[in-house]
């Protein structure tokens, strides 16, 4: 009696800990893939759901499956657009940035998704995201995304130029982009992808100067936005004392 007493107990704490190891994240689909052309700017998007009841903190870490070396990859999710460098959502300070989502919330992929850049150049990119749950990371849900780039044959679109002048940068910057991107915002990254300077520029532009007084020597990343938000341009650049 006392042998089935302690099965049955077993039985059932292991139920427990399996209902309590099951996670309240899922994404749809998962597996994650896009296809498009080696002019792209590619946002593979799937809906994050939590059929948890209560809110909870979330972040995410990025790995690299199979990219490209011509190509750039970044991770955007509800708070923002993360510098190709980022493989956590880090803030000023190296400070992780978690982002909320509600008891019973599914978030859509335009605002949780990942942004393939293939550069002109064809092949097939894939990266592991693991979004968890800051006060339990077991709590999680982790996917590969993928994008496949093609040559095709409809002729080449007009290409986005950027111009930064000069080039190692002192504290002034004059930056000038091709009429076909009109930059709303400037988003400044340092090498480990933290988000050091962001310039709202009121209006889009395709000319502006950005003061760049406060960063300390060593290359940068530019990300320029359009008005609605979108990526139009990117630059490195190297800032010089």
């Not at 903190?57 to 510098?83: F, G, K, Q």
């Given at each position: 009696?006392?042998?089935?007493?302690?099965?049955?107990?077993?039985?059932?704490?292991?139920?427990?800990?399996?209902?309590?190891?099951?996670?309240?994240?899922?994404?749809?689909?998962?597996?994650?893939?896009?296809?498009?052309?080696?002019?792209?700017?590619?946002?593979?998007?799937?809906?994050?759901?939590?059929?948890?009841?209560?809110?909870?903190?979330?972040?995410?870490?990025?790995?690299?499956?199979?990219?490209?070396?011509?190509?750039?990859?970044?991770?955007?999710?509800?708070?923002?657009?993360?510098?190709?460098?980022?493989?956590?959502?880090?803030g000023p300070g190296d400070v992780?940035?978690?982002?909320?989502?509600?008891?019973?919330?599914?978030?859509?992929?335009?605002?949780?998704?990942?942004?393939?850049?293939?550069?002109?150049?064809?092949?097939?990119?894939?990266?592991?995201?693991?979004?968890?749950?800051?006060?339990?990371?077991?709590?999680?849900?982790?996917?590969?995304?993928?994008?496949?780039?093609?040559?095709?044959?409809?002729?080449?679109?007009?290409?986005?130029?950027?111009?930064?002048?000069?080039?190692?940068?002192?504290?002034?910057?004059?930056?000038?982009?091709?009429?076909?991107?009109?930059?709303?915002?400037?988003?400044?990254?340092?090498?480990?992808?933290?988000?050091?300077?962001?310039?709202?520029?009121?209006?889009?532009?395709?000319?502006?100067?950005?003061?760049?007084?406060?960063?300390?020597?060593?290359?940068?990343?530019?990300?320029?936005?359009?008005?609605?938000?979108?990526?139009?341009?990117?630059?490195?650049?190297?800032?010089?004392?």
């Open positions: 009696m006392k042998r089935i007493l302690t099965l049955v107990l077993l039985s059932a704490f292991s139920s427990f800990t399996i209902l309590q190891a099951q996670s309240t994240l899922s994404l749809d689909p998962c597996p994650l893939s896009e296809s498009g052309n080696i002019w792209d700017l590619a946002k593979v998007k799937g809906d994050l759901s939590h059929s948890g009841s209560t809110d909870i903190e979330l972040a995410w870490i990025r790995s690299m499956v199979d990219i490209p070396s011509e190509w750039t990859t970044s991770v955007c999710d509800p708070n923002l657009c993360y510098a190709p460098f980022s493989d956590e959502p880090l992780l940035e978690p982002f909320t989502i509600m008891a019973g919330q599914t978030i859509s992929g335009e605002q949780m998704y990942v942004q393939f850049q293939p550069n002109t150049t064809p092949g097939t990119g894939s990266v592991m995201l693991k979004i968890y749950e800051i006060a339990n990371p077991n709590n999680s849900v982790e996917c590969e995304f993928s994008f496949s780039a093609v040559a095709t044959s409809t002729g080449d679109p007009e290409l986005v130029t950027v111009s930064l002048q000069p080039n190692p940068v002192g504290d002034r910057v004059r930056v000038v982009t091709s009429s076909n991107a009109p930059v709303r915002q400037v988003q400044l990254y340092n090498l480990v992808g933290k988000l050091v300077k962001q310039v709202d520029l009121g209006s889009a532009v395709n000319a502006f100067d950005l003061d760049l007084t406060e960063l300390q020597e060593g290359m940068y990343f530019a990300r320029m936005l359009n008005a609605s938000g979108e990526l139009v341009a990117s630059k490195r650049f190297n800032k010089l004392q």
